[in-house]
């Protein structure tokens, strides 16, 4: 299904998800874990975004308070015309089987003691809907989607393979027919010979059922696969969106550059020739409860002497705009 | 080159209340001075029990080592006691594990860590033992390592922490270093750090090294032969290029084209292999890759394949000529 650029499906709009530090026996406030930091962005519809960062980056966080699995500390989230952030209890059960998740670790996410049937089946039941019969039909319908057996149906989750478990739990969160579906880290937990039976399942589906994806991965090698377009994230910060082709190929932000340069490609002779363009980062991640004043990313960019030099801008003092340097092409560094 | 690790007919068998579980069946591979071999394989190839057989890790009960001879340096190291063995683990033969937050002890500061061995094997007293782990951190880039010393791991990043736990490998200058998964549990960009970090110090001291890992890319780029493992045994064996260049078992040919390429053109639809990874409980008379294997024949069903050579030093256990 062609992405229509018209279509906005859903809109981040300035989002912060703050999880506060507290302390003593009375829970006091000391601070925030700024896990997500302010960052917005739009998902067109029929369009598979992904988000990718390394751990601590804010990706989950992002996913799970787009869900309101996790209340947004700051900011909306427009999901077919609606913020979810505004509607509550009964009104925000009646659109939530418009958007659903699939985890990552395919088998902490299923309940052990429920059978297949069972699992897929309990969305149909929680929202009521038609009648039994018909609602084991639509398991059985689902689960030949994913590629299950129907005699899976009446086996439990620790009889399956991490592989199949993942399909569970991709029928389950399309048992209400949702129009968008978060995958956090939806195969990392798998082997890779398994990793790319999900992957062809995931785009398979996308194109028959007409879904859009958010798609949270640190793996880049799998994400530009599987997303139209792609946004890396660092320290709570989107530092730079693009197209698919476009990112990898143009990345601007050096935090960009130096993740695609460390993916080890698997290609001895690329490998060898590569090491002398390899950008190895200096220093660790800074703590998100105490990130810098300035940019992100100061403490550990390449560039940042010669910003300083050539542009008169200290990165540790002041926050570089995000902004659009080329179409569709965004980044916030003092370098554009 | 003499040999430094020779492993012979090994044997691995986890005795369990679902069955017995062939975890290594009956490998056979060795080791050169400064060499660095990585063992690739998924969860269940045995990549982990094989190396941990080596310096006697395995839980006994249930896991048992049922056959083999691990010779090291002249010493067949199956055949010795417990304190013989405790003499050689973090002294001359090393190992770092994948995840350091739970390998490093908690209550204790880093220094300290690595101080425990320096006094035990080499018998260095506590000023001189300080000082060299402090030299010790700084090598692995922890720097200034005189503040960072006192600190405890849950004070540091992982990132920080796998460098400790490298800091404790290389301690003693092991003649060999395990590393299992070591950068699996960090993130891409550490990862290309630490890498970095072993290589210097590999040619620093001059150690072997073992790596293993499930990630083709890591291998490609840090190794110098590779053995391919699946279901407990070593299914192919090759210099790192030749591996790359000339798959010749069916599951490393699967293996490397289910990959996603960062470096290529983006396929329709990713290759993948068909079936689920081994069940090593009702392991199967033949090759355990039959069942998931496009290229199998009759034969494949009755005897388990012997290794055959398809150029200098590159084995592969197949009876088909897969090209």
């Known amino acids: ?39 917005s962005f739009d998902i067109f519809k029929g369009e598979n975004l992904g988000i990718v960062g390394e751990s601590g980056c804010g990706k989950s966080s992002t996913g799970r308070s787009i869900l309101q699995l996790y209340p947004p500390t700051e900011g909306e989230i427009i999901f077919e015309g609606q913020d979810l952030t505004k509607i509550k209890g009964e009104k925000l059960r009646k659109i939530r089987p418009r958007f659903q998740m699939i985890f990552q670790d395919p088998y902490s996410s299923l309940d052990p003691r429920k059978t297949v049937c069972e699992i897929v089946r309990e969305p149909l039941d929680v929202h009521k809907i038609s009648d039994g019969k018909s609602r084991n ?6 689960l030949n989607a994913v590629g299950l057996e129907i005699s899976s149906m009446k086996r439990y989750p620790h009889e399956f393979s991490g592989g199949q478990q993942q399909r569970i739990g991709i029928a389950k969160a399309l048992a209400l027919n949702p129009s968008f579906i978060v995958c956090d880290e939806p195969v990392s937990a798998l082997d890779v010979s398994v990793q790319s ?51 990898y190929k143009n990345p601007k932000h050096p935090y960009t550059k130096a993740l695609l340069s460390a993916i080890p490609i698997p290609d001895p002779i690329f490998e060898n ?13 800074p703590s998100p409860s105490n990130p810098p004043k300035g940019c992100n990313f100061c403490t550990r960019c390449p560039q940042k002497e010669i910003i300083r030099r050539e542009k008169g801008i200290d990165c540790d003092e002041v926050e570089p705009v995000y902004k659009e340097i080329s179409a569709q092409h965004w980044t916030a560094c003092h370098l554009f | 080159m003499t040999k ?27 080791i050169k001075k400064s060499e660095t071999v990585g063992i690739v394989g998924e969860s269940g190839s045995g990549k982990s029990v094989c190396v941990m057989s080596i310096i006697q890790l395995i839980n006994s009960p249930p896991g048992k080592i049922v056959n083999g001879k691990i010779n090291f340096n002249g010493v067949d190291l199956l055949k010795l006691n417990i304190n013989q063995i405790r003499n050689i683990r973090g002294n001359l033969i090393s190992m770092i594990f994948q995840d350091p937050m739970s390998t490093l002890n908690p209550v204790l500061k880093i220094g300290d860590q690595i101080i425990e061995s320096l006094k035990k094997h080499l018998k260095m007293d506590e000023i001189q033992a300080r000082k060299r782990a402090i030299d010790l951190l700084e090598m692995t880039g922890i720097s200034p390592a005189k503040y960072r010393i006192d600190d405890y791991p849950h004070q540091i990043s992982g990132g920080m922490r796998q460098r400790v736990m490298i800091a404790m490998g290389i301690a003693c200058n092991p003649k060999l270093l395990i590393a299992d998964e070591p950068t699996t549990a960090l993130d891409v960009t550490i990862q290309a750090q630490i890498i970095n970090v072993i290589k210097n110090i590999q040619e620093l001291i001059g150690m072997s090294i073992i790596w293993i890992t499930h990630d083709l890319g890591v291998v490609a780029g840090s190794v110098d032969r590779v053995l391919v493992m699946y279901a407990g045994s070593i299914v192919e064996e090759a210099p790192v290029k030749e591996l790359f260049k000339n798959p010749r078992h069916p599951y490393t040919i699967g293996l490397l084209q289910s990959i996603p390429r960062i470096d290529q053109k983006l396929p329709k639809k990713l290759f993948s292999i068909k079936g689920l990874p081994p069940n090593l409980i009702n392991y199967p008379k033949g090759c355990s890759f039959y069942s998931r294997c496009d290229y199998h024949i009759n034969k494949c069903l009755e005897k388990p394949p012997e290794f055959k050579t398809a150029n200098t030093n590159h084995k592969f256990a197949c009876y088909v000529n897969v090209s």
């Open chain 1, 137 to 142: 039909e639509r398991v059985k319908e689902l």
């Open chain 1, 197 to 247: 039976q999900v992957i062809n399942l995931l785009m398979e589906l996308k194109q028959s059922l007409g879904l859009t994806y958010l798609f949270i991965s640190h793996d880049l090698s799998v994400v530009r696969h599987i997303s139209d377009r792609i946004a890396v994230m660092y320290l709570g910060k989107i530092v730079e969106i693009a197209d698919r082709s476009e990112l």
């Open chain 1, 273 to 285: 020739e590569r090491k002398k363009k390899l950008i190895i980062l200096q220093g660790d991640v």
């Open chain 1, 1 to 39: 299904m062609p992405i229509d650029p018209n279509k906005i499906l859903l809109s981040v709009n300035n989002l912060k998800v703050y999880y506060p530090i507290t302390k003593g026996l009375f829970l006091k406030k000391t601070g925030d874990i700024k896990a997500v930091d302010d960052i």
């Open chain 2, 4 to 30: 430094l690790l020779d492993v012979k007919d090994l044997s691995v068998k986890f005795f369990t209340r679902e069955g017995i579980v062939n975890a290594v069946n009956n490998i056979n591979f060795s």
